[in-house]
């Protein structure tokens, strides 16, 4: 069961271990006729956030990192041949991954000492990529996405990471 800490006046002084109901019950004592809804991250009451999950889980899949993310592996198989660096940031606390994102950035995101490493990076840099496809002038928008050896290996080198990083 997912618990929050309260972020919201609304709902009286900051405590957590609160569940979607607690919210609820407190609406009520109150006579806050605000709807109640939650989601893996946030209590809203009338779409307006209202707490944060607490971190019990973490991120553990590829897929979880990445729709944190809001890439897909097929742009990181495209962006494997292109000559930036597209790379995917985590933030690691207690062994657990609470929160991602992707960049170009050409910081290298080594801020391990405040949680933050990076987890994976595709790209050429500042050479062209010399594969068959990219020497023929080919555009990887147009067939790297579909090339399912690559973008199933690039599902497991990200999940190794997760796992060596999370244990």
């Known amino acids: 069961m997912t618990t929050y800490k309260n972020t919201s006046e609304q709902f ?3 405590v957590g271990g609160l569940t979607v109901e607690d919210y609820r019950k407190q609406a009520e004592i109150n006579g806050d006729k605000s709807v109640i809804t939650a989601d ?3 209590v809203y009451a ?3 956030e209202v707490g944060d999950a607490e971190r019990e889980i973490g991120m553990k899949t590829t897929q979880a990192v990445l729709a944190k993310c809001g890439i897909t592996l097929n742009e990181l198989a495209i962006a494997s041949h292109q000559q930036n660096y597209t790379k995917i940031i985590v933030h690691v606390e207690n062994g657990k991954i609470y929160a991602a ?9 080594d801020c391990r000492p405040f949680g933050w490493t990076m987890l994976y990076k595709v790209g050429t840099g500042s050479c062209r990529c010399n594969c068959d496809a990219c020497v023929e002038g080919d555009d990887p928008a147009d067939w790297a996405d579909g090339d399912y050896e ?3 290996a690039i599902d497991e080198a990200i999940q190794d990471k997760i796992d060596a990083l999370i244990g």
């Open 101 to 109: 994102f992707a960049t170009e950035s050409i910081n290298e995101y």
């Open 40 to 42: 893996d991250e946030h």
């Open 12 to 14: 009286g002084a900051a």
């Open 46 to 48: 009338d779409g307006v």
């Open 150 to 152: 690559v973008l199933a």
